[in-house]
Structure formats: structure tokens, C-alpha cells
């Protein structure tokens, strides 16, 4: 198992540019989030899913829009980049319905937007 | 409004000695306590967890000790080494069926020093 994988791993953009951020992961997991990783702020959650088809907003959806059409893949988009938006992003799954609980992160795609 | 306050922002221990890392919360409908350890370029990953059901939790030289009156949680690292130098995230899950948010604290960056 590959566990969960993100593209790209960096990425400069410039202010207004749009770009999509890919994450993928092969253990069948129903959940799916999107992280932002800020020093001082630890880990905020932007959007997530509890399954393909649906979607739902976390603490800072603001900027950026994502879909679910398999239960593999959770793109998620930066509509039109802002310098707010340097930040590192992680993408993360877990199975539903378990004890554990316990997500499961990828390497993490460092965004700097000029 | 941060939900999950962790202290102290960032933490040197001699090698052998003991880490603690505290965390309290506000929310009472929380009923799992995850601590997540994330390496430099890496994911976070799940270390230890924790429900207040009990009020300690060992595995290994980690311990989680749980207040719940007092809604704070804390993390022992025992015999602390150069290899548990990381950053730490304590976490927060509220009680709902099929949804699997956390709420993460800010971080506390350990450096163990010979």
C-alpha cells in the first residue's frame, strides 16, 4: 500500500493563479480531509469528506473548493492564489465507523504564492 | 476561537529526562484525545490516544494522562531521546457517529539535547 500520496510536493504560484493539489490514497478509506499547516497554528482543517459525492467545509474553506467523485481521490482546488495561502497542506484519511479513529496523513505539499 | 490550547510552544529536554506537553479543552462533547508526532518534512502520525474514560493510557515510554474535570490532557515522554525530537499535536474528536473531525492543537516543537 502506498498509504496516502500528494502532488506536487512544492509549488509556486503567483497572486491570481489557480492550481489544484492532488491526493490520492489506496486503502479504501471513506474519509478524507484537507489540512493547512501554519507556525503557530497547527494544523486547520479546510475541507472533508465522508464519502465520494460528499463534501462538507472545516474551519477554513475560504479560497478553496474540492470534490469527491471516487472514494481514492480529493483534489483540492486554489481558485485564485493569495499570498494568505503560503502555507503547507496536508491531506489525510481514515476509515469510518472504527474504534481507532486514527487518520492517516500524506508528506505534505509546501505552497508559496508570490 | 481555538478549541484545543496546547502549551508550551516549544520545549528542551536533556536526553533522560521527562517531556510534558499540556493541552485543555472547552468542548465537552469531545470524547477522544489523540497525540500526533510529525518529523521535519513529514505528515503528522498518530503516537497515543486517549478516552476519558481512563485516566492514563502508557504505551511504551509515552503516557497520556487524562483530567477530565479539569478538561486538560497531557503527554509524558519518559527517558526523552534525541530520536523523539519532533514536533506534537495534541487533537480532539467530538462525539458524532460517522464523522471523523479533529480539532488540533497548535503544536509544541521538542528538541532533546545530549
Known amino acids: 500500500n502506498a498509504g496516502v500520496t500528494q502532488t506536487p510536493k512544492f509549488q509556486v504560484l503567483k497572486t491570481g493563479q489557480s492550481m489544484t493539489l492532488q491526493c490520492a490514497q489506496d486503502?479504501?478509506?471513506?474519509?478524507m480531509s484537507w489540512y493547512r499547516q501554519d507556525p503557530g497554528m497547527g494544523l486547520r482543517l479546510i475541507h472533508y469528506s465522508v464519502g465520494a459525492g460528499i463534501t462538507d467545509q472545516g474551519e477554513v474553506p475560504n479560497g478553496y473548493n474540492v470534490s469527491r467523485s471516487t472514494t481514492e481521490d480529493f483534489p483540492l482546488r486554489l481558485l485564485s492564489a493569495a499570498p494568505s495561502q503560503t502555507s503547507v497542506y496536508f491531506c489525510?484519511?481514515?476509515?469510518?465507523?472504527?474504534?481507532?479513529?486514527?487518520?492517516?496523513f500524506g508528506p505534505g505539499t509546501r505552497l508559496t504564492v508570490t | 476561537q481555538q478549541q484545543v490550547k496546547q502549551s508550551p510552544q516549544s520545549l528542551i529536554v536533556q536526553k533522560g529526562g521527562i517531556s510534558i506537553i499540556n493541552c485543555a479543552y472547552e468542548?465537552?462533547?469531545?470524547?477522544?484525545f489523540p497525540w500526533y508526532q510529525q518529523f521535519p518534512g513529514k505528515g503528522p502520525a498518530l503516537l497515543i490516544a486517549?478516552?476519558?474514560?481512563?485516566s492514563e493510557k502508557k504505551e511504551g515510554r509515552f503516557t497520556i494522562s487524562f483530567n477530565k474535570s479539569a478538561k486538560q490532557f497531557s503527554l509524558h515522554i519518559m527517558d526523552s531521546q534525541p530520536g523523539d525530537s519532533a514536533t506534537y499535536f495534541c487533537a480532539a474528536k467530538a462525539r458524532s457517529f460517522g464523522n471523523e473531525k479533529l480539532t488540533f492543537g497548535t503544536g509544541t516543537r521538542l528538541t532533546i539535547i545530549p
Open positions: 486517549i478516552r476519558p474514560d481512563v
Open positions: 468542548n465537552t462533547a469531545f470524547d477522544y
Open positions: 486503502m479504501n478509506h471513506e474519509y
Open positions: 489525510a484519511s481514515s476509515p469510518l465507523r472504527t474504534r481507532t479513529y486514527e487518520q492517516y
